[in-house]
């Protein structure tokens, strides 16, 4: 037997509401403060990873199988690396906006190729391959000639990213329908 069940939306609508509001602070910190939001996603990243790395040990201690030791290994280069980025904030952030700028300029000259040797698009299609390609290829180069434009770049796209979220919950919160959750029931032995 199906029920649906009505979950009471007062507290929801709230929680929605307020959420979206620390969802749009957090967006203008971030696009205020671009050095702070990048060293915080990367501190956060290292200890997440450290965390990883732990697991990765004691699963490879405690479950037997033939990768045991390049498991344990792994994980032990894991803590290293997370240790290093936790130790070197600063240095693990410059890496890995140098990674990300080669990364998109490498897609980009990929997008260039293709919308030039891909005969079997259509021109307006090619076209746009080889313009985001050029695009990226742009922003990669101002990535890599100025570390900084890149941190800039990524708080803004985190900023962005948070207030649209924020906007959605808040809109969600205010207009406020009745959430309906499908639940089976069965009865009997």
């Known amino acids: 037997m199906r029920f649906q069940t009505a979950i009471s939306t007062g507290w929801m609508r709230f ?3 307020g959420l979206g509001i620390l969802a749009i602070i957090l967006s203008g910190v971030a696009i205020a403060f671009p050095g702070l939001t990048f060293l915080s996603v990367v501190l956060l990243i ?8 732990i697991e990765k040990i004691v699963s490879g201690i405690f479950i037997a199988h033939r990768s045991r030791f390049a498991t ?3 994980g ?3 803590i290293i690396l ?8 600063t240095a693990a952030a ?8 080669f990364a998109l300029m490498f897609d980009g000259f990929a997008r260039i190729i ?10 307006w299609v090619r076209g746009f391959h080889i313009g985001v390609g050029v695009l990226n290829v742009i922003i990669a180069t101002l990535v890599l000639v100025s570390p900084l434009f890149g941190v800039i770049l990524a708080a803004i796209m985190i900023g962005l990213t948070l207030l649209i979220v924020g906007i959605q919950m808040i809109t969600s919160g205010v207009m406020g329908r009745r959430q309906q959750i499908n639940s089976k029931t069965t009865f009997g032995p």
Request: proline content about 2%; hydrophobic content about 60%.
């Open 82 to 89: 997370a240790g290093l980025a936790l130790a070197f904030p």
């Open 114 to 123: 293709d919308g030039v040797t891909n005969r079997f698009d259509k021109k």
């Open 72 to 74: 344990i290994g792994l």
């Open 94 to 101: 410059l890496v890995i906006i140098y990674f990300l700028g």
């Open 46 to 53: 290292s200890v997440v990873l450290l965390f990883v790395g």
């Open 76 to 78: 032990i280069l894991t």
């Open 15 to 17: 929680a929605q509401i």
